[in-house]
């Protein structure tokens, strides 16, 4: 049985918000907070951290209206009229529905946790020893950073095919 086009959206938008809500329901339960455990050495790091910003803690010293507007309403906007985008425009290629499919469900993850726990879980952390570092992250992180990636592959390789 094959999946129409709208389903396979909107069921790749759930397993995203599934898997981040899922990951950070065990950290909630099972990580102390703040407390670091090495997963891979010290380059691998699990710890349970509140994000009250964005990125990086960008704008949790905003005050509260502020905060609703950047954090809340703009996210919920924006995601919508994505949603909408990759609905309503058929001539999407497979590799840009999944890329907006991930940042959708990615985004709706973070924005649930600001609504229902006015703050964000993080608990990933990656230290390669001064080659790359991360700030600490969660799986919806991770869904919008791949669909950024997916994206930049999909325009690439679409400029490329009609220079060809």
Same mark, same amino acid.
């Given at each position: 049985?094959?999946?129409?086009?709208?389903?396979?959206?909107?069921?790749? &938008?759930?397993?995203?918000?599934?898997?981040?809500?899922?990951?950070?329901?065990?950290?909630?339960?099972?990580?102390?907070?703040?407390?670091?455990?090495?997963?891979?050495?010290?380059?691998?790091?699990?710890?349970?951290?509140?994000?009250?910003?964005?990125?990086?803690s960008l704008g949790?010293?905003?005050?509260?209206?502020?905060?609703?507007?950047?954090?809340l309403a703009l996210?919920?906007?924006?995601?919508?009229?994505?949603?909408?985008? &990759?609905?309503?425009?058929?001539?999407?290629?497979?590799?840009?529905?999944?890329?907006?499919?991930?940042?959708v469900g990615g985004?709706?993850?973070?924005?649930?946790?600001?609504?229902?726990?006015?703050?964000?879980?993080?608990?990933?952390?990656?230290?390669?020893?001064?080659?790359?570092?991360?700030?600490?992250?969660?799986?919806?992180?991770?869904?919008?950073?791949?669909?950024?990636?997916?994206?930049?592959?999909?325009?690439?390789?679409?400029?490329?095919?009609?220079?060809?």
């Amino acid at each position: 049985m094959k999946l129409s086009r709208t389903a396979f959206i909107l069921a790749l &938008i759930a397993l995203n918000i599934a898997l981040d809500q899922i990951s950070k329901v065990l950290v909630r339960l099972y990580v102390t907070p703040y407390k670091t455990t090495e997963l891979i050495g010290d380059k691998f790091i699990l710890t349970n951290v509140e994000n009250s910003g964005a990125f990086l803690s960008l704008g949790s010293d905003l005050n509260p209206t502020l905060k609703n507007i950047f954090l809340l309403a703009l996210p919920i906007v924006v995601l919508g009229y994505v949603l909408y985008y &990759i609905l309503s425009n058929k001539s999407l290629d497979k590799i840009s529905v999944i890329a907006f499919s991930c940042i959708v469900g990615g985004g709706i993850a973070n924005v649930y946790d600001r609504i229902m726990y006015g703050s964000v879980t993080d608990f990933l952390h990656i230290d390669l020893g001064g080659i790359f570092k991360t700030g600490v992250f969660n799986v919806a992180d991770m869904s919008v950073m791949l669909g950024m990636g997916l994206l930049l592959y999909s325009n690439f390789k679409t400029k490329k095919a009609k220079a060809s």
